[in-house]
């Protein structure tokens, strides 16, 4: 079986260069002159950039990442995704060479080569002309492995400006340039931390993303652009591995996902995963003033839970129905921000901000990250989801922390830290009664027990409960005799 789909990938020299702005351009550009059908992905574990991406494209932009997936893992995710497309388009991330180690190990460089793709390089040519040039002989040099195709100047000056810059790369790097990007003087894009606001956050992203495409129109070759994806060559694909479900789940399964500008930070492709292993997916906002509605799991992801404080903290029903629901036996999986909503509160200032109360911590906000990069976790610890010895891949980045020192020795950690931070050094997951929240993201298509083992524990709750009414009016559940493994 081969992977024949047009494909192409963006990247630069370093981050910060202009390719995200290219890439979601080109896509609602292709989209808007052409009328294609586009799969958009993003290299690496970033949900801001993908967000924009889906945004553009008009669909699902998903994840691919050599850390937390097999090379088998990511052809076969690529090739199923691209199917449903007539081109795919992969945005890099960093430099184009740049991995975990002076090998490039998991680099843009090493995803394009894995699957076949032509690469354009954006070059920030700002302050900059001939050498420009050397640059990029530079990156073909260094892996001649690497299809670099052709060029996209971003950040360029005049005509004069361009015209040496041409003529020096398609002179000694022998490869076209097909777009220049004047300097822009205007940024439809707002930044926070280390990268793009949100697109759920964003006040107009149709705006920003008809601005980017109305500039990539007329500054890229967008046919030449095009032919040059479909010049990508075949690649093995492996057979699809098919649904694995978890014994026992026959569907009808409800999953609520909490999700709203506040957590909005989940892969495509994990709602897909439950989705594929018997799951209704509930969508729920905690901005709602309404209780949780009747589900058989919950899912929580991260998000910005800090920037929506005052809302959250004034939604008492919603808290308090989540409270219940836990105190019923919920099964609750949360990441990173999910983590933080669970807690007593989080604070600003002088000021505490109720959560949920789920954990009895304080989360305190930082003006550094307090965890940023790939984790390793192994399991050490009972909890609803992963056997004991089960190693899991992820990757965390979070400003915020627990307040004061939680020791491992008297508190139910779940998992222990091989790489990361986690919520103290070394330590991650924490656990009480259904629920684990933990700082890592985790990946689906890397961690593939994932969905099956939180489609399993809705199921299990799904059998073992009653429906009960609650002064709130909630319908909750509540379980029978022979429940869940129930961890403290």
Not at 408 to 430: I, M, N, Q, T, Y
Request: proline share 5%.
């Amino acid at each position: 079986m081969e992977l024949k789909r047009p494909r192409l990938l963006i990247a630069a020299m370093r981050g910060g260069a202009g390719k995200t702005v290219v890439s979601l351009g080109l896509a609602a550009a292709w989209k808007q002159q052409f009328g294609l059908r586009i799969a958009a992905f993003k290299k690496g574990p970033d949900y801001i950039d993908a967000g924009w991406l889906s945004a553009a494209s008009g669909g699902a932009c998903y994840n691919l990442d050599q850390y937390l997936m097999t090379s088998e893992q990511i052809v076969r995710s690529f090739a199923m995704r691209s199917a449903r497309s007539e081109v795919s388009l992969i945005e890099g991330n960093r430099g184009i060479h740049d991995g975990v180690d002076a090998k490039g190990s998991y680099s843009t460089a090493e995803l394009a080569k894995l699957l076949a793709c032509p690469v354009v390089l954006v070059v920030d040519a700002a302050k900059v002309t001939r050498t420009v040039a050397a640059m990029v002989m530079g990156c073909q040099k260094l892996d001649e492995g690497v299809n670099i195709a052709a060029v996209i100047l971003n950040q360029v000056s005049g005509k004069r400006h361009e015209a040496v810059i041409r003529e020096s790369i398609e002179r000694y790097c022998r490869i076209p340039v097909l777009g220049v990007v004047p300097r822009q003087t205007r940024d439809f894009f707002p930044e926070r931390h280390l990268g793009l606001v949100p697109a759920e956050e964003a006040e107009d992203v149709s705006e920003a993303v008809a601005s980017a495409a109305d500039v990539m129109c007329r500054c890229l070759d967008l046919r030449a652009l095009l032919e040059l994806a479909e010049s990508a060559s075949p690649v093995a694909c492996p057979a699809p591995s098919g649904t694995d479900r978890a014994p026992g789940v026959a569907g009808g399964i409800k999953i609520g996902i909490i999700r709203d500008s506040a957590f909005q930070f989940y892969y495509p492709e994990n709602f897909e995963a439950l989705e594929a292993n018997g799951a209704s997916l509930v969508w729920i906002s905690s901005l709602e003033n309404a209780p949780l509605p009747a589900i058989d799991a919950l899912y929580i992801g991260g998000g910005f839970p800090e920037t929506h404080l005052e809302k959250l903290a004034a939604n008492e029903i919603f808290r308090a129905s989540l409270r219940a629901a836990v105190e019923a036996g919920l099964p609750v999986y949360a990441e990173c921000g999910g983590l933080m909503f669970l807690c007593r509160g989080i604070r600003r200032g002088d000021t505490l901000f109720p959560m949920s109360g789920v954990f009895p911590f304080e989360v305190t906000l930082g003006a550094k990250p307090q965890g940023h990069g790939y984790t390793m976790m192994r399991c050490v610890g009972a909890n609803p989801f992963f056997p004991v010895g089960t190693v899991l891949r992820g990757h965390e980045f979070h400003y915020s922390g627990i307040a004061g020192c939680i020791d491992p020795g008297s508190f139910p950690f779940a998992f222990k830290l091989e790489k990361g931070h986690g919520v103290v050094a070394g330590w991650d997951g924490l656990c009480y009664k259904n629920v684990l929240a933990s700082y890592s993201h985790l990946h689906a298509a890397g961690n593939e027990m994932w969905a099956r083992s939180v489609a399993g524990a809705a199921e299990s709750f799904k059998r073992l409960k009653t429906t009960i009414s609650v002064d709130s009016g909630l319908d909750l559940v509540r379980p029978e005799s022979r429940s869940l493994p129930v961890v403290y």
